[in-house]
């Protein structure tokens, strides 16, 4: 899912917002956790909230920056183009939350404003002092609230608001109770990311959760995951298996088995067995396959782990087999020779799409998306000094939806296979967008349709690192408010496409 804004709407929000007047009240609860490290994404958010926000009644509010604040908060360019896929995707798990709350009747807020109002009361949170640019506000509607900053899956905030609004754990349940004894002696255990496969297990008690290590019981409630029992088996009188779905990365996607020792109530040995881990460079798929032996207090299993990875556009797999043995005291590892990975097929390998050869390249050329014809900046007086006739040019006047009694000037200019739309304000504030399909404009270093992937390549030497190119480059500010777009068919560019040009 991804939230895409006209870009005349955007144009118009950034000509017309100004600096906001910061009002704080005395907080009465705020909670704050560090952002997990994240991938790369496109900037997107569901929607804005203009001007303070003020909500009252039990609401859910997602929280972003604003796009001008982006380059200052985060300077160097990897970092940025992070922040950047961050919020895309927070605003993709934020829409998935949305949807499930429907039938909740809670209302659901997304706002980029930096003051946030509670209630009568009036209690105020300023977004701008919380540990992360983007995160989730929940309110009772009455006197608590909780803040939650950094970017986090659906499963994550869903688990957050069911513990703030609805849920009261009960914890007269004992620990093992939660699990289910094995129906087999033959078990394949693994992890999805699909919805559907992975929402199995019972969610156990938080208050159980440093029983399986302090370091997991703060990262879950550090990101708001949970723990959910699968299966147990018996090992001794005294001694048995837990297997149990944890926190991982990004969500709890890591299986682990459990040696338990009901007598300390604790674990004393710990394996993972299944993980399912992947973004657009990486996946990471691990299955295991148990085997409850004859002997009392002993079994074995046997692993597959299959990892995928881009590097400069080229793909490196692995694909690997381990065993291992509990002896009653240590997991020993045993040779897996005679094994042959077709024996063993991984569940969920081929439920989503695996890294492949980019389909898009994006590269940062202040200096080209600034100044990107010879004569300068992407002006349309600069534009048909040097376009050949016959062209035409329209003027129509349009209402600014945020400024009252401003009215703005839309300036299209348009020739067969070009187009170009321009919002002029009153301060000749313009943005552009709009396309080319011939060779009648030409930009800085020779760039115009009809010319060579090969050509290309030789002007933006940044490409010159990649092993593959697409048949899609962009060429874009830091901030990516200036973006234009080349399209190739075969060996040719085809067309120059103008996005987010805002002057």
Same mark, same amino acid.
């Given at each position: 899912? +991804?939230?895409?804004?006209?870009?005349?709407?955007?144009?118009?929000?950034?000509?017309?917002?100004?600096?906001?007047?910061?009002?704080?009240? @005395?907080?009465?609860?705020?909670? %704050?956790?560090?952002?997990?490290?994240?991938?790369?994404?496109?900037?997107?958010?569901?929607?804005?909230?203009?001007?303070?926000? &003020?909500?009252?009644?039990?609401?859910?509010?997602?929280?972003?920056?604003?796009?001008?604040?982006?380059?200052?908060?985060?300077?160097?360019?990897?970092?940025?183009?992070?922040?950047?896929?961050?919020?895309?995707?927070?605003?993709?798990?934020?829409?998935?939350?949305?949807?499930?709350?429907?039938?909740?009747?809670?209302?659901?807020?997304?706002?980029?404003?930096?003051?946030?109002?509670?209630?009568?009361?009036?209690?105020?949170?300023?977004?701008?002092?919380?540990?992360?640019?983007?995160?989730?506000?929940?309110?009772?509607?009455?006197? #608590?609230?909780?803040?939650?900053?950094?970017?986090?899956?659906?499963?994550?905030?869903?688990?957050?608001?069911?513990?703030?609004?609805?849920?009261?754990?009960?914890?007269?349940?004992?620990?093992?109770?939660?699990?289910?004894?094995?129906?087999?002696?033959?078990?394949?255990?693994? %992890? &999805?990311? &699909?919805?559907?496969?992975?929402?199995?297990?019972?969610?156990?008690?938080?208050?159980?959760?440093?029983?399986?290590?302090?370091?997991?019981?703060?990262?879950?409630?550090?990101?708001?995951?949970?723990?959910?029992? =699968?299966?147990?088996?018996?090992?001794?009188?005294?001694?048995?298996?837990?297997?149990?779905?944890?926190?991982?990365?990004?969500?709890?996607?890591?299986?682990?088995? =459990?040696?338990?020792?009901?007598?300390?109530? +604790?674990?004393?040995?710990?394996?993972?067995?299944?993980?399912?881990?992947?973004?657009?460079?990486?996946?990471?798929?691990?299955?295991?396959?148990?085997?409850?032996?004859?002997?009392?207090?002993?079994?074995?299993?046997?692993?597959?782990?299959?990892?995928?990875?881009?590097?400069?556009?080229?793909?490196? @797999?692995?694909?690997?087999?381990?065993?291992?043995?509990?002896?009653?005291?240590?997991?020993?590892?045993?040779?897996?020779?005679?094994? %042959?990975?077709?024996?063993?097929?991984?569940?969920?390998?081929?439920?989503? #799409?695996?890294?492949?050869?980019?389909?898009?390249?994006?590269?940062?050329?202040?200096?080209?998306?600034?100044?990107?014809?010879?004569?300068?900046?992407?002006?349309?007086?600069?534009?048909?000094?040097?376009?050949?006739?016959?062209?035409?040019?329209?003027? @129509?006047?349009?209402?600014?939806?945020?400024?009252?009694?401003?009215?703005?000037?839309?300036?299209?200019?348009?020739?067969?296979?070009?187009?170009?739309?321009?919002?002029?304000?009153?301060?000749?504030?313009?943005?552009?967008?709009?396309?080319?399909?011939?060779?009648?404009?030409?930009?800085?270093?020779?760039?115009?349709?009809?010319? &060579?992937?090969?050509?290309?390549?030789?002007?933006?030497?940044?490409?010159?690192?990649? #092993? %593959?190119?697409?048949?899609?480059?962009?060429?874009?500010?830091?901030?990516?408010?200036?973006?234009?777009?080349?399209?190739?068919?075969?060996?040719?560019?085809?067309?120059?496409?103008?996005?987010?040009?805002?002057?």
């Amino acid at each position: 899912m +991804q939230h895409r804004i006209d870009i005349l709407v955007i144009g118009v929000f950034i000509l017309s917002c100004g600096p906001q007047h910061q009002q704080v009240k @005395e907080r009465k609860l705020t909670e %704050s956790y560090p952002e997990p490290a994240s991938e790369t994404v496109e900037q997107s958010a569901p929607g804005f909230v203009d001007k303070v926000l &003020s909500v009252t009644g039990p609401s859910v509010i997602f929280y972003v920056p604003k796009a001008g604040e982006l380059n200052a908060l985060i300077p160097d360019h990897a970092s940025f183009e992070g922040l950047v896929q961050a919020i895309g995707d927070f605003a993709y798990y934020a829409g998935i939350v949305s949807d499930s709350l429907e039938s909740r009747q809670i209302p659901v807020y997304y706002t980029d404003q930096h003051t946030i109002r509670l209630g009568p009361d009036q209690f105020t949170i300023e977004r701008n002092e919380n540990k992360a640019p983007m995160g989730m506000i929940l309110y009772d509607g009455v006197d #608590q609230y909780k803040v939650l900053p950094g970017m986090q899956t659906h499963l994550s905030l869903l688990a957050a608001i069911a513990d703030f609004f609805y849920l009261q754990q009960d914890h007269s349940i004992p620990l093992e109770d939660y699990f289910d004894p094995a129906n087999s002696t033959h078990l394949h255990i693994y %992890s &999805s990311h &699909s919805d559907i496969l992975n929402q199995v297990g019972r969610r156990i008690d938080p208050g159980y959760y440093p029983k399986f290590g302090q370091q997991l019981a703060r990262r879950a409630g550090k990101y708001h995951m949970s723990l959910f029992a =699968y299966h147990k088996f018996n090992l001794t009188d005294s001694m048995k298996v837990f297997i149990c779905r944890v926190p991982s990365i990004y969500d709890e996607s890591s299986v682990k088995l =459990y040696i338990w020792d009901s007598v300390v109530e +604790q674990v004393v040995d710990e394996m993972q067995i299944a993980e399912n881990v992947w973004n657009e460079q990486w996946i990471l798929v691990k299955d295991s396959w148990i085997t409850l032996g004859p002997d009392t207090g002993r079994f074995s299993f046997i692993t597959r782990k299959k990892e995928a990875r881009m590097n400069q556009g080229k793909r490196v @797999e692995t694909d690997s087999l381990f065993r291992w043995q509990w002896t009653g005291s240590q997991f020993k590892p045993l040779p897996v020779s005679g094994l %042959s990975l077709k024996e063993f097929p991984l569940k969920d390998w081929q439920s989503y #799409q695996e890294p492949q050869l980019p389909s898009e390249i994006a590269i940062i050329d202040e200096d080209y998306v600034w100044l990107p014809l010879e004569t300068g900046d992407l002006t349309w007086e600069n534009i048909i000094m040097e376009l050949p006739k016959p062209y035409s040019i329209d003027k @129509e006047p349009i209402e600014n939806q945020l400024a009252a009694r401003q009215i703005d000037t839309l300036i299209t200019i348009s020739r067969p296979n070009l187009r170009l739309k321009f919002y002029q304000a009153p301060d000749n504030i313009l943005l552009v967008n709009g396309e080319v399909t011939d060779g009648s404009l030409s930009l800085k270093r020779g760039v115009k349709v009809g010319i &060579s992937k090969m050509d290309f390549i030789r002007i933006f030497e940044k490409l010159s690192s990649y #092993q %593959s190119i697409p048949d899609q480059i962009e060429v874009r500010s830091k901030t990516s408010d200036r973006i234009i777009s080349y399209s190739f068919k075969g060996d040719t560019l085809v067309r120059i496409e103008f996005t987010n040009f805002i002057h």
